[in-house]
């Protein structure tokens, strides 16, 4: 298991009239951290698995909201991988407030694509050397 943790302040824009970070923002939370991680854990930026031909794009993504997050709060993002990746690259998510109260649960599932056929592929050796140490 690989466990990561993200940090981020919430700005204005983010927020409704109320202070409360609007709902559609999670997605790019998740995606923050997730790239934090996904660096942290494997050596390889996006940028870097898509030069070598495989792109990573989202299939699926739930998210429960248990408590809001407001203007200014500085958010902890924990991305938790709990399995070696195959095609598929399921990350889970914890957003904790400033109290480091549990706000928010999450997960989303990537799949690896070859970047030319458009097709499900296994991850690049590369990336899966650096990983299989957490799951070992």
Do not use: W
């Amino acid at each position: 298991m690989f466990v990561y943790k993200s940090k981020i302040r919430v700005r204005y824009v983010e927020t409704d009239q109320m202070g409360v970070v609007h709902h559609s923002n999670y997605a790019q939370y998740y995606e923050l951290a997730r790239t934090e991680c996904f660096e942290a854990c494997s050596g390889m930026s996006y940028e870097s698995m898509e030069a070598d031909g495989v792109m990573l794009p989202i299939l699926e993504m739930h998210s429960k909201f248990l408590k809001p997050a407001l203007y200014n709060q500085v958010l902890t993002i924990k991305s938790i991988v709990r399995e070696l990746p195959t095609v598929r690259l399921n990350v889970d998510y914890e957003i904790y407030n400033e109290a480091e109260e549990l706000i928010n649960t999450g997960r989303t599932t990537l799949v690896f694509v070859n970047k030319s056929t458009k097709r499900p592929c296994a991850p690049p050796e590369r990336f899966m050397q650096n990983v299989r140490q957490y799951f070992e």
